[in-house]
């Protein structure tokens, strides 16, 4: 866990400790308040936020829904009040956490772009770029590493089947001893990968 009084300072640790649950203060000591940090979140990161504020007004109300946060704590509150919004944040972001809608924004270039998990195919990587395969056929080229790219993913969607793909389930056509085919492209696959890439697949018709 971790305090940050400001926009940037929080982000920065939002970056860091990949946090599991933000308990987001409305006002902030930065020009941009608690809801301009949640809006930042909601495209960042897939994870629930409670808002805690001394402000019940209309206006402030308002503001914060556009966030869409997973609860509303309105200051002073008790530690069974704190308890309970968190109980129910964390079951109201499970109930409607679905993977095939989730999505992922990355930088092409000097522009942002929101890729949803279901229409990436499969992500390659060269030295420090990493190229998303969409079915689109389009591609789009981050500046990342294909380890830390992995990490941004949803686990139960994709897997990194050698150094250098990480393919989707979805989009898995065939598995072979020693290869996997996405679409019209073949990747090299050892067996450890092959492997939990068919559990990662099982898993997937369960959803």
Do not use: W
């Not at 929101?114 to 998303?132: A, E, H």
């Not at 990490?151 to 050698?162: M, P, V």
């Amino acid at each position: 866990s971790f305090i940050a009084g400001s926009y940037n300072a929080a982000l920065l640790k939002l970056e860091e400790c990949k946090p599991d649950l933000v308990l987001l203060d409305i006002v902030l000591n930065s020009k941009k308040d608690g809801i301009d940090l949640g809006h930042k979140i909601r495209e960042m990161f897939p994870i629930p936020i409670i808002f805690l504020t001394a402000n019940s007004d209309i206006k402030t109300i308002e503001r914060a829904k556009a966030v869409n946060p997973n609860a509303y704590l309105v200051k002073p509150f008790s530690k069974s009040d704190l308890y309970a919004a968190i109980e129910i944040a964390l079951s109201n972001h499970k109930k409607i956490e679905n993977p095939i809608t989730e999505f992922i924004i990355v930088k092409d270039g000097y522009n942002y772009e929101k890729l949803f998990f279901k229409t990436i195919m499969f992500l390659t990587s060269d030295s420090n770029y990493v190229t998303f395969h969409l079915d689109s056929g389009k591609r789009v080229m981050v500046r990342s590493t294909i380890a830390d790219m992995g990490e941004k993913l949803n686990k139960k969607l994709f897997l990194r089947i050698n150094r250098g793909v990480i393919v989707n389930g979805l989009f898995v056509d065939k598995i072979l001893t020693n290869e996997v085919s996405v679409g019209e492209t073949t990747f090299k696959v050892q067996k450890s990968q092959r492997d939990e890439l068919i559990q990662l697949i099982n898993g997937i018709s369960n959803l």
